[in-house]
């Protein structure tokens, strides 16, 4: 996550601005208040760590002393100087590229995504359908939502419960922020990998849209199970994913597969959920709900 000198803090949404561009709060987006609590709160340390590791990368000059309070918060401990080599790394594996996120003219269907009159008003009738549908699912608690992109949908589901929203494109989750800001809605952002397992507790509801279809077929049964272990026994599941439809589907240059409606509830199944309702909206979305068993 990139320093900003000023920000609402991303734990209780207190405006702040720093006084220099190696205030650590700049770099955690969060408040003084909020930072001194990192030693007793798995997402404050987790931003705290972040945010320790990112000034460091932009320093060219010198590393940054961190105070002894902030090692403690952190678990960090300060390593007394060697002058033995350091021991040779083994080959790292080259990273899987970060996925992008789908852009909000996307949604709306502005500037290159534009597809004519008869095309935006079925796109948009049926992407209200998409709202409705998630609006009314029984979502409350703890919230994930894993690839939230620009946070299309975060607004909704931070006013239902304790919206966690992540996704690898900063710049995006960036654009979320202040989705969420203009809602005057609070919840916790962070940079992730969507498949990674959450290290602070398991949410009562976790909704990804357009997340599957970016998973080859041999992988979905991986994806189900991943976010299986995301949630809690009796934890609802909500996806939404694409139809094929050559001008409704994904923004170019994505890499898509469209996976059957059969095959994905067998996925989910074998996953450990139950309850699985797909629900087409007509031309160019799937709805997927289901409880984890």
């Not at 502005?110 to 796109?123: K, N, P, S």
């Not at 996925?267 to 959920?273: C, D, E, I, S, Y």
Request: with cysteine; charged share 20%; proline share 8%.
């Amino acid at each position: 996550m990139p320093f900003r000198d000023r920000f609402d803090c991303l734990w209780c949404g207190a405006a702040h601005v720093t006084r220099t561009s190696d205030d650590l709060e700049g770099w955690a987006q969060l408040c003084p208040t909020c930072l001194g609590k990192a030693g007793g709160n798995p997402f404050l340390r987790t931003r705290l760590r972040t945010a320790l590791a990112e000034r460091g990368r932009a320093s060219s000059v010198a590393a940054p002393v961190t105070s002894p309070a902030a090692a403690a918060a952190t678990g960090l401990a300060t390593a007394p100087a060697s002058s033995a080599a350091p021991r040779p790394s083994a080959p790292a594996r080259a990273p899987r590229p970060a996925m992008p996120a789908f852009p909000d003219d996307w949604f709306l269907r502005r500037g290159l995504y534009e597809r004519g009159a008869i095309h935006d008003t079925a796109w948009a009738a049926e992407l209200d359908v998409v709202t409705r549908w998630l609006d009314a699912l029984p979502l409350a608690g703890r919230i994930d939502e894993p690839a939230a992109g620009t946070g299309f949908f975060s607004p909704l589901l931070a006013d239902k419960g304790e919206l966690h929203a992540s996704d690898e494109d900063g710049p995006a989750l960036d654009i979320a922020r202040e989705r969420l800001v203009a809602h005057r809605l609070l919840a916790h952002l962070h940079v992730a990998d969507p498949w990674a397992p959450t290290v602070d507790g398991v949410a009562d509801g976790l909704v990804a849209s357009f997340l599957t279809g970016r998973v080859r077929g041999a992988g979905l049964d991986r994806a189900a199970a991943a976010l299986h272990a995301r949630l809690r026994t009796g934890g609802t599941l909500a996806l939404i994913d694409l139809r094929p439809d050559d001008a409704g589907g994904p923004p170019a240059g994505i890499a898509w597969t469209w996976h059957d409606p059969a095959l994905l509830e067998a996925a989910l199944a074998r996953a450990g959920f139950s309850g699985i309702e797909l629900t087409p909206t007509g031309r160019f979305f799937v709805l997927v709900s289901a409880e984890a068993a």
